[in-house]
């Protein structure tokens, strides 16, 4: 806790409360939720037109809508939401929460994009970079799990398709750079122009996890390890003084979750994955259970350990308070 209390405000922070001074923390969540909302009708706006496509295209739904069949009609459109196609429809629809965040952050706030994080000096770096300690860090947490005896993994996946999983790789870019854009870009610049930079990790990490409370096996080890995701992943951005690399990190964190190894995203389960694996039972307290490994202990060593890493790594860019 006393290495997070020495971090220093990055630039993007200064430059943000120079054109409007942060407001009391409990507006700032108020204002939260109401991007967020916004945000998510963005998002509806983006999906519904193919959702709609997708619905009157399946022969299930349409029979059973023809027929009257209202129960039949909801179980095929549940089982349509259930699918790879659905779901990689939902991870590009997080292009209007970045949309809707910047014209905030512009149009509202007056910031800069640069105060979101989004710098140019070694943009390609910082996101190649994040994206070889995203899989880093989630393998460590896999292979925690192999060792433990909680997770099998089987060999390479018969479901696996290139095209597919190029697919997931492009929307969960869009998908990890959405979340870190609202809760890192906006939020936690947001909080610590007026609060000390621990309560901007703190608060927004907190947000961040409530966003997930609806997914499906959501558990309170879980919700501690979203939690422990938000700090570690704030460090990373404070550090590296970009959004880039925590955006990538969180991308490829995702990625190989569901589509390398085979596992849960959240509670999100996809077909399409290089590796099958299987979570063994009994052993959910490690792997997680029906959540996904971020449910278990193994992710939470691996964050608490990842976290502790990066406190004691130099900060590339920041001013004094």
Same mark, same amino acid.
Request: hydrophobic residues 45%; aromatic residues 2%.
């Given at each position: 806790m006393t290495k997070l209390?020495?971090?220093?405000?990055?630039?993007?922070?200064a430059e943000a409360a120079e054109k409007r001074k942060g407001l009391n923390i409990v507006l700032e969540i108020l204002v939260f939720i109401a991007l967020f909302v916004v945000c998510s009708i963005a998002q509806m706006i983006v999906a519904t037109p193919v959702q709609l496509v997708l619905m009157y295209t399946d022969p299930d739904?349409?029979?059973a809508a023809m027929h009257g069949d209202i129960a039949g009609a909801v179980e095929a459109a549940n089982a349509l939401v259930q699918t790879d196609t659905m779901t990689i429809l939902m991870l590009f629809s997080n292009a209007g929460i970045i949309l809707v965040t910047l014209l905030f952050c512009k149009l509202i706030q007056k910031r800069k994009v640069t105060t979101v994080g989004f710098q140019k000096p070694d943009m390609w770096k910082e996101y190649l970079t994040g994206m070889g300690i995203g899989f880093g860090i989630f393998t460590a947490a896999v292979l925690l799990c192999v060792i433990t005896g909680s997770l099998k993994i089987q060999g390479m996946s018969p479901s696996f398709s290139i095209g597919i999983f190029v697919l997931f790789l492009l929307g969960y870019? %869009?998908?990890?750079m959405a979340e870190e854009v609202l809760c890192r870009g906006y939020f936690l610049v947001s909080v610590s122009r007026r609060y000390p930079l621990?309560? !901007?990790i703190i608060a927004n990490a907190v947000l961040f996890a409530a966003l997930h409370l609806l997914n499906n096996g959501i558990t309170v080890l879980a919700f501690i390890n979203l939690v422990l995701f938000g700090v570690f992943a704030s460090v990373y951005f404070v550090k590296r003084g970009n959004i880039w690399g925590v955006g990538a990190l969180h991308s490829i964190w995702n990625l190989a979750q569901g589509n390398v190894y085979g596992i849960r +995203?959240?509670?999100? *389960?996809?077909?399409?994955s290089v590796l099958s694996s299987e979570m063994v039972a009994g052993r959910e307290l490690i792997n997680g259970g029906d959540f996904g490994l971020e449910g278990g202990l193994a992710v939470t060593i691996v /964050?608490? +350990? !990842?976290? /502790? %890493?990066?406190?004691?790594?130099? *900060?590339?860019?920041y001013v004094e308070d």
């Open positions: 209390l020495e971090l220093k405000k990055p630039r993007m922070v739904y349409l029979n870019l %869009v998908q990890g621990a309560v !901007g +995203v959240s509670g999100i *389960q996809t077909s399409c /964050l608490v +350990v !990842g976290t /502790l %890493v990066l406190l004691a790594t130099r *900060q590339r860019r």
